[in-house]
């Protein structure tokens, strides 16, 4: 179907080096397509996690914005956007 012809085309960008921007509601979709998964809400970035560090209870904590009453998200953000700037 279409959606395997995008994963497919998506994963051939990857291999190339090349990055893309991906949005679903389907959490299922999101965790094993992503490598890096990042959650906005209302405008202001609130998660930011490496492949295979989220759940998606973690995710639908952001997503509904329940995730500001605690210190910050959940993984080394800083390690990600210093793996990001490496590429």
């Known amino acids: 179907?279409?959606?395997?012809?995008?994963?497919?085309?998506?994963?051939?960008?990857?291999?190339?080096?090349?990055?893309?921007?991906?949005?679903?509601?389907?959490?299922?979709?999101?965790?094993?397509?992503?490598?890096?998964?990042?959650?906005?809400?209302?405008?202001?970035?609130?998660?930011e996690c490496r492949r295979g560090e989220a759940t998606k209870e973690q995710i639908l904590h952001y997503v509904n914005g329940s995730g500001f009453a605690d210190d910050g998200p959940h993984c080394d953000v800083e390690a990600i956007r210093s793996d990001a700037s490496v590429s």
């Open 1 to 47: 179907g279409s959606k395997s012809e995008i994963y497919r085309l998506m994963n051939d960008l990857s291999a190339e080096g090349l990055a893309t921007l991906f949005t679903s509601s389907e959490l299922d979709e999101i965790i094993g397509m992503s490598d890096r998964i990042i959650v906005l809400y209302k405008g202001r970035r609130v998660f």
